[in-house]
């Protein structure tokens, strides 16, 4: 089993639709993010949390909404989307919070979103 | 904020040696990470240097100098396996923010 798991990991949605990703980290970490990747683009990172509290928030759109409701768990809220926000959206976790010793990141295969 | 720049395509023949470079600007160092990323699969990491020099991992090598804001990945003996796209990424020391560069695609021909 990969340490990162991500549903689904292809979605399809009209921009009046509801619907959210789902990750879970089985590394016993205490960081998880939610990075955005656009063709030929770099990562752009969406939100972080360090023990279940949101530390960070890139300047998000309010149709993306985070939820972490234990440190194993995070989900990414999708409504109302636009074409633009087609991409990959990885989640990753990592023992603690870009941290001085530089923890790396334990990244997800993605799920593929594609608004139409 | 940092700016991060990596070839964007790289070529190379199986058994060669390939040579990704990653210039940085950054207002504050804390490292920099090599990832490797397969077409449709996640980034997995490959190194990390908070130091200056090289430091090898197998067919791998990866170099830093701080003050050259330089980077480089060493890829020996290439196999096909190995085509797919490195990223470079800078943790900042200021904020702990880590930036991506937008990643270099390395095709390995037979």
């Known amino acids: 089993e990969t340490g990162v798991t991500q549903t689904p990991r292809h979605l399809v949605m009209g921009m009046t639709n509801k619907k959210s990703l789902k990750c879970e980290q089985h590394?016993?970490?205490?960081?998880m993010y939610w990075y955005k990747q656009s063709a030929k683009k770099p990562l752009e990172l969406m939100f972080v949390y360090s023990l279940e509290e949101r530390v960070e928030n890139n300047s998000v759109p309010s149709r993306f909404s985070p939820e972490c409701p234990n440190s194993s768990h995070l989900f990414l809220h999708l409504h109302t989307l636009q074409p633009e926000d087609s991409a990959l959206y990885l989640c990753?976790?990592?023992?603690?919070?870009?941290?001085?010793?530089?923890?790396?990141?334990?990244f997800g295969n993605g799920t593929r979103l594609t608004v139409t | 904020g940092q700016n991060i720049d990596q070839p964007t395509e790289m070529t190379a023949t199986e058994g060669a040696i390939v040579q990704i470079n990653c210039t940085y600007q950054t207002s504050g160092f804390n490292g920099l990470f090599w990832y490797q990323q397969h077409a449709g699969e996640a980034p997995t990491f490959l190194s990390y240097?908070?130091?200056?020099g090289l430091e090898e991992k197998g067919r791998f090598s990866s170099f830093l100098s701080r003050s050259k804001g330089y980077s480089y990945l060493l890829l020996k003996e290439l196999q096909m396996k190995d085509s797919a796209s490195y990223l470079c990424?800078?943790?900042?020391?200021?904020?702990?923010?880590?930036?991506f560069g937008a990643g270099t695609t390395v095709t390995v021909r037979a």
């Open positions: 590394l016993g970490h205490n960081a």
């Open positions: 990753a976790s990592s023992q603690d919070r870009f941290s001085r010793t530089g923890s790396p990141l334990h």
């Open positions: 990424a800078v943790l900042s020391s200021n904020d702990y923010k880590l930036s």
């Open positions: 240097n908070v130091l200056d």
